[in-house]
């Protein structure tokens, strides 16, 4: 007898093959090594544990920097300030019965040049604002003051102004005999040879000197002293700026030389080339090439000082005059070279 559908009983299977675990064979996801089961939710937390292993894709901070560097750079642009500008030029005649020319300026560069007295200045301003370039220029001006055959040109910053607005451009020329005087506090010193007697007195600048028979005196604060070519007599001081020197050529044969310094000196010696040595200083600090010799004799007084006489140069050679040396750095004396290298 047939039973109605409805009552059918149900047909069982056994979804798992006896012998057989209720869970299929573990199948491995290659290199990361992770296994797991085919289940939803346990393919799930699978993946997951997977997808945490993997590191995240790191980029360097220096590279980030580097791309917002031109937006930021684009945004936000340097500027200098804005500021005026105007340069004058004064006539300035000098006396013709002038024989000392006396000069004094606070920043900028001069040179001095041999050839009949004359000079050729300009004055360069800067401030913030038109008007006050104008107010400059209306004070800004040179003075002269003659007294006999002394002449003394002076341009001052103004009370109040900046030390930055007033800068003077100097063109001189003196003829052999006549004496210059520099004094300046910023200002550079170039003298191209000079026949004349040179004194400056500066303060940070560089000075540098090219003497064609004239005596020259050159004192620095803290600038860089550079003397070169022919002079009879020199003293150069500089309280924190190098000196750099070289003595005369073997025809002058009187010349008499003082250095004093608390920086490095460089004494520059042609070949066969001698000179007393008077050193203030210690022996040790004192460094000669191969070719120059150094030799110390006796303990002298000179002027209250108690320097160490010796020679310095070729012991063979012939005297070229008189070295005093007083140095609280290193000195280093080299053999000048000769022929065209050395005609600077």
């Known amino acids: 007898m047939l039973l109605p559908a409805t009552s059918r009983a149900p047909r069982v299977r056994s979804a798992v093959p006896s012998g057989r675990s209720p869970f299929p ?55 200098l300030p804005a500021c005026a500008q105007q340069t004058t030029a004064p006539l300035v005649e000098l006396p013709a019965g002038t024989q000392r020319l006396e000069v004094q300026f606070h920043d900028g560069l001069l040179t001095l040049e041999t050839g009949p007295l004359s000079c050729e200045l300009q004055i360069h301003l800067v401030a913030d604002a038109p008007a006050t370039v104008a107010q400059l220029a209306s004070e800004v001006l040179p003075s002269m003051e003659v007294s006999g055959q002394t002449t003394k040109l002076q341009v001052s910053v103004p009370a109040g102004a900046s030390l930055d607005a007033v800068r003077t451009t100097w063109r001189l ?27 400056v007195h500066g303060g940070s600048g560089v000075i540098e000197a090219q003497m064609a028979g004239g005596s020259a005196q050159l004192t620095s604060s803290s600038g860089s002293v550079i003397l070169r070519g022919d002079y009879p007599f020199a003293d150069v001081r500089s309280e924190l700026g190098r000196i750099d020197l070289r003595l005369p050529d073997h025809d002058r044969r ?31 600090l004192v460094h000669c090439d191969p070719e120059v010799r150094v030799q110390w004799q006796r303990n002298e007084t000179v002027d209250g000082v108690d320097y160490l006489r010796g020679r310095l140069g070729d012991l063979a050679g012939e005297r070229g005059g008189q070295l005093r040396l007083d140095a609280m750095g290193p000195v280093y004396v080299r053999l000048q070279p000769e022929g065209a290298v050395a005609a600077n």
């Open 25 to 79: 064979a573990r199948r491995s996801l290659g290199i990361l090594g992770v296994q797991y089961r085919f289940q939803p939710d346990l393919h799930r937390s699978a993946v997951q544990r997977r997808c945490s292993r993997v590191s995240p894709l790191r980029v360097p901070l220096v590279l980030c920097l580097l791309a917002v560097l031109p937006a930021a750079t684009c945004g936000s642009q340097y500027r």
């Open 173 to 199: 020329r003196a003829p052999a005999g006549t004496a210059v005087v520099a004094r300046t506090r910023r200002g550079a010193v170039v003298a191209r040879g000079a026949a004349c007697n040179l004194e």
């Open 254 to 284: 009187d010349c008499e030389v003082r250095v004093v310094s608390k920086n490095d000196v460089y004494i520059d010696l042609h070949r066969t080339q001698l000179f007393d040595f008077l050193y203030f200083g210690e022996e040790r």
